[in-house]
């Protein structure tokens, strides 16, 4: 099966949902609904609310279509002698010069020629494994995100509804803030233990040069994740001020 | 929590002969919330209100509010 009769309707078909999308939120975003009294503010909810809406179908349009192109590429790319793809691996580099011994000049300013730094490290790699294992961990990010985008998307519609103060949205909210948590708690795990699948994969052996899969603490992911909590917390109590402010006659 | 104080807005209303609409209308408030008032949902009431109703029904806050104590 040559490479053309696979990719082509998979292009076509990426074509075609780029085409769809255009069209059906092309009325969202550029136009301004007619009808209601429109203050600056709720125009800018209306304008985040669409963008929400398009982001979220784009995402669930991406998560659909990835285990499909995954396969086309696999199988187009797989008689190639020179297929590779680039994973980027979150890794601890050590690179001591002093191993180098006869390749480098004596190098100044430095008092030991070492360099460390703790990055994405892009791998060229025909593993098909660590290829899949990659693109799993993006799928469940994407899964992830969609949570979160789906309860924005309900806070922001009830926002223009002006029924925003209620505790149904605290609890979205909240509900937010945890899955901020989860994932801040899980992606360093995926990236650690999927990166040292990968880097074990790869056969590393060059000396002076060390690559390690790197582990972080995500204190800005969970720091975020709190602050959301509490801002839930405080929504609660606004939600509840405005029920007792409803009911006072 | 609110069923302690009891509103005997019914009773009132029965004794001066009045509905809750004419006199919505004459405190001026929607009937929707002399409703909740009546009904025992409200959680406060603005002394204006209170002021209001009562002068409306000719009458004293103690007239029209009581301590449910069986409530308790």
């Not at chain 1, 892009?122 to 992830?144: M, N, Q, R």
């Not at chain 1, 945890?178 to 060059?206: K, T």
């Not at chain 2, 004419?22 to 009937?31: F, M, N, S, Y």
């Not at chain 2, 009431?45 to 806050?61: D, G, H, V, W």
Request: glycine share 6%; with cysteine.
């Amino acid at each position: 099966m040559s490479v053309i009769t696979i990719m082509l309707p998979a292009l076509l078909l990426y074509v075609a949902v780029i085409v769809w999308l255009f069209v059906h939120f092309k009325s969202k975003i550029f136009s301004v609904r007619s009808g209601t009294a429109s203050t600056t503010d709720n125009r800018l909810t209306r304008l985040v609310y669409h963008f929400l809406d398009f982001f979220l179908m784009f995402i669930i349009l991406v998560l659909l279509m990835m285990p499909p192109l995954l396969v086309v590429m696999t199988i187009s790319q797989f008689d190639n002698p020179e297929w590779g793809i680039d994973i980027g691996v979150f890794s601890n580099l050590r690179i001591d010069l002093n191993e180098f011994a006869g390749l480098v000049m004596e190098p100044s300013g430095i008092r030991n020629p070492e360099f460390s730094t703790q990055a994405v490290i892009s791998i060229d790699t025909y593993s098909l494994f660590a290829y899949y294992l990659f693109a799993l961990i993006s799928v469940i990010g994407g899964v992830v995100l969609l949570y979160i985008l789906l309860q924005l998307r309900t806070v922001f519609a009830s926002l223009l509804s002006d029924m925003a103060l209620t505790p149904e949205n605290s609890g979205r909210i909240r509900k937010i803030g945890y899955a901020v948590i989860v994932w801040s708690l899980v992606n360093p795990f995926l990236q650690y233990f999927g990166g040292r699948a990968v880097l074990r994969d790869i056969a590393f052996n060059v000396p002076g040069f060390q690559l390690n899969p790197a582990f972080e603490i995500p204190i800005v992911g969970l720091f975020t994740g709190l602050v959301i909590i509490v801002l839930s917390g405080v929504l609660n109590e606004a939600a509840r001020i405005q029920k007792d402010q409803e009911l006072t006659i | 929590m609110s069923a302690m104080i009891k509103v005997n807005l019914d009773l009132l209303l029965v004794q001066r002969k009045m509905t809750l609409t004419e006199l919505a209308d004459e405190v001026g408030i929607t009937l929707a919330n002399l409703s909740i008032l009546k009904r025992g949902k409200a959680r406060a009431i603005r002394f204006s209100t209170l002021a209001a109703i009562c002068k409306a029904l000719n009458c004293e806050p103690g007239d029209l509010l009581e301590l449910d104590k069986e409530a308790e």
